[in-house]
């Protein structure tokens, strides 16, 4: 027997549909490292006993009482979910009006170390995996055909109430959309909000019509026998977090900064309910917990937010830092958007989740709002999508190949090259552009002001003209600064190309701004910002010969006006080697930083393409941490490899052609010279046979033809009957060896 005050919680079963889409996901992740009844406790006792089974789950250990998530998946997949006990991949052919008729009741279940998997295909077999259930929740706000097998469940459900052993929970995760086109509470105060006593009164968007039909059925089956059939829905908020959901277009836009601002659809002043995924989860877990005699629950955060807020927040913490307002209809050129993303952007309710707050117990992750904790969303988002920074510095000796390393790398990871070049040469253009600017532009730009602006553009021009073009560390570190901790290095990262070149330089420009008071000795590690400091530096090595010869060998086109002259080059190769011979050298700073350079010999393989080189730094680096192609990006790829294709097949046809020609060409002329040879031989063999005529003609003409012509004489002169014979006779008779 147990102890006494020790509470045995049977583990539930929950049911989740659709898996594998980002809402589903989600609060199935959330619920599994969730103990049965742990929202009943108070808040902190709640939090300590969640942050225990998050710690087991994550070390792979099992508790009495987490709650077991199982559930479907819309197609099969190799990604396992790892925190769902068994999933079903439901097949297509399920919900056809005759798949009763046509489907074969037959399971095919494949082994998993983490999880089962098998397919579904009939009704029957679901609805046996939905009664093993305790809660079914259904959620049906992204994938609209969901619907459907909702009704479905919720139906198939309530005919098997006589049969259930305990309670059993139906939960439907709809959308606030159902009551996008409701009337005002109060005609003059349009700002008080909806609450879920007002749910009757809904009117629902009209392309949410039936996501309003299958609530009424899940409410309307939950009504006869609540002990043993319990149904509740979720009018959830527009989800955002962890990977984000229907703002995932805005966040991968304002991530990938291609664009100079994000759009706002629409003057942008509706107001847009949302709700954290990890608080939605919340919500779910205390109504498997609390059993509410509310069966109509509206989920959405405190904040009062629209659209220009939201779109605006994002641009200024992980975007460009601007936002434009666009026209709704420009919302359907976006082709990342869906039609059930553009209704929920361009909603515009006061909602309020009044119930919640008053009696569930949820350990809000965002109850403020996504403006006010945009922060810690961004992190998660960059954590859940696998966003994180890749920082490279390449450095060397001239004519090492940096610039082309450098911008290989930058095409493989799509990183931004940062040369100094560049960097101060757009860092002027920028300085230009804001003293000419108007105010409103300047003021976003920063708090300085166009006196600020043009006494720095004046110090700059006068800094080059003194040193001949050049300007002085202090310009070009601050310069530096400020691109690496621009929001496109923060997002996707940078490589360095070539800088810095000194100890001092590298110290001055990586050096953390809090604690500067503190003075640092050079024999401890240096404080460096963790922001803009590079992960990995590589270092080009190569002797002078070889670089000489490098040099040697470029085309005279391409030396002309660069640092590859004769003289300027030697004196950058010199300067290096005098810059890297003392103590205190770059590569010492990353040593001292704990970031060792990776050492690459150029002069190894001499091989102008680096594939080499490009191989180590990638096996070092690992693989690109940001999205993959686009589909336009892959399309172009596909189109290019087709060409490449189509070339290498016209290229094989042409050797094909060309080889089957020189062998044609190469029989008619060994045919032409049999022909020849055989000739000769044929007028060889004449001549040899009339040389060895000769005698014999002599001999005929001398002994035989005389006799012969006179017995032809007597034939004609008698004209016997027999000419042959009388030839013959005469032959003999007159035969000059018988005489």
């Excluded at 170390?113 to 259904?138: F, G, K, M, P, Q």
């Amino acid at each position: 027997m147990a102890e006494e005050g020790e509470r045995i919680v049977r583990p539930k079963r929950i049911f989740i549909n659709n898996l594998e889409s980002y809402v589903a996901r989600n609060i199935g992740q959330y619920l599994s490292s969730c103990v049965s009844g742990a929202s009943l406790e108070e808040a902190e006792e709640g939090a300590e006993e969640e942050e225990r089974s998050v710690q087991e789950a994550a070390s792979g250990g099992t508790r009495a009482g987490l709650l077991q998530v199982v559930g479907s998946l819309a197609e099969p997949s190799d990604k396992k979910l790892h925190f769902a006990l068994e999933s079903y991949v439901v097949m297509s052919l399920l919900y056809s009006a005759h798949s009763s008729a046509l489907c074969t009741g037959r399971s095919e279940r494949s082994s998993g170390a983490e999880n089962s998997c098998c397919t579904i295909s009939s009704r029957d077999e679901l609805l046996r995996h939905l009664l093993e259930s305790d809660v079914i929740v259904y959620n049906v706000t992204e994938d609209p055909t969901q619907i459907e097998e909702a009704s479905w469940a919720v139906s198939a459900l309530f005919t098997e109430i006589e049969n259930f052993e305990s309670q059993k929970l139906f939960i439907l995760i709809s959308s606030v959309l159902t009551w996008a086109r409701s009337r005002p509470l109060d005609p003059d105060d349009p700002e008080i909000p909806f609450t879920e006593d007002d749910y009757r009164r809904r009117k629902c968007h009209l392309n949410f019509k039936d996501h309003l039909s299958v609530e009424k059925l899940v409410i309307k089956m939950g009504k006869s026998n609540k002990s043993k059939f319990s149904t509740y829905v979720i009018a959830s908020g527009v989800p955002y977090g962890a990977e984000e959901g229907i703002l995932h277009t805005i966040f991968k836009e304002a991530w990938m900064g291609e664009t100079p601002a994000l759009s706002i659809y629409g003057d942008g002043q509706n107001i847009v309910p949302m709700i954290h995924i990890a608080d939605l989860a919340g919500v779910v877990q205390n109504i498997v917990d609390h059993r509410p005699r509310t069966h109509y629950l509206v989920a959405v955060d405190d904040a009062v937010h629209t659209l220009e807020d939201v779109v605006k927040c994002i641009s200024a913490h992980l975007g460009p830092g601007k936002a434009q307002k666009v026209s709704k209809e420009a919302a359907f050129l976006n082709k990342e958007l869906t039609q059930l993303d553009i209704d929920h952007l361009l909603v515009n309710l006061r909602m309020e989740a009044v119930f919640l707050k008053e009696n569930f117990n949820i350990h809000w992750v965002s109850q403020s709002g996504i403006v006010e904790n945009i922060e810690s969303v961004i992190k998660e988002y960059k954590q859940s999508r696998g966003l994180l920074p890749v920082r490279l510095c390449v450095l060397g000796p001239p004519a090492a190949g940096k610039t082309t390393v450098s911008k290989m790398l930058c095409k493989k990871y799509k990183l931004h090259h940062i040369h100094i070049k560049d960097v101060i040469t757009e860092a002027i253009d920028k300085l230009e552009r804001l003293v000419k600017a108007p105010p409103e532009e300047e003021e976003e730009e920063g708090d300085e002001g166009p006196e600020a602006w043009q006494e720095l553009l004046d110090g700059v021009r006068e800094n080059m003209e003194q040193n001949g073009g050049r300007l002085d560390d202090s310009y070009v570190i601050r310069f530096m600064r400020e691109k690496l901790k621009s929001m496109p290095c923060q997002n996707q990262g940078y490589v360095l190309d070539g800088y810095p070149k000194t100890y001092e330089q590298a110290k001055e420009l990586f050096r953390s701004e809090e604690g500067e008071e503190e003075e640092e000795s050079r024999s401890k590690a240096p404080r460096f910002d963790t922001t803009i400091t590079p992960d990995f530096v590589i270092s080009l090595d190569a002797p002078d010969e070889f670089l000489k010869n490098r040099v040697i060998n470029l085309p005279e086109s391409t030396v002309a006006g660069t640092h590859y002259s004769q003289d300027r080059f030697l004196r950058a190769l010199a300067t290096f080697r005098d810059l890297n011979t003392e103590d205190e050298t770059v590569l010492n700073y990353f040593d001292e930083a704990e970031i060792h350079p990776l050492h690459i010999d150029v002069s190894k393989d001499d091989d102008l393409e680096y594939r080499a080189i490009i191989k180590q730094i990638t096996k070092e680096v690992g693989e690109p941490r940001n999205y993959g192609l686009t589909p336009e990006e892959l399309a172009e790829l596909e189109k290019k490899q087709a060409e490449e294709s189509l070339t290498r097949k016209a290229e094989r046809m042409a050797e094909l052609s060309r080889l089957e020609s020189e062998e044609e060409a190469e029989k008619i002329a060994r045919w032409e010279e049999w022909n020849s040879r055989l000739e000769e031989v044929k007028r060889q063999e004449h001549e040899m046979l009339e040389a060895q005529s000769v005698p014999l003609r002599n001999y005929l003409m001398k002994n035989v033809m005389p006799t012969l012509i006179e017995g032809l004489n007597e034939c004609c002169k008698v004209r016997p009957d027999d000419p042959v014979d009388y030839l013959a006779e005469y032959l003999f008779k007159r035969n000059p060896q018988i005489e």
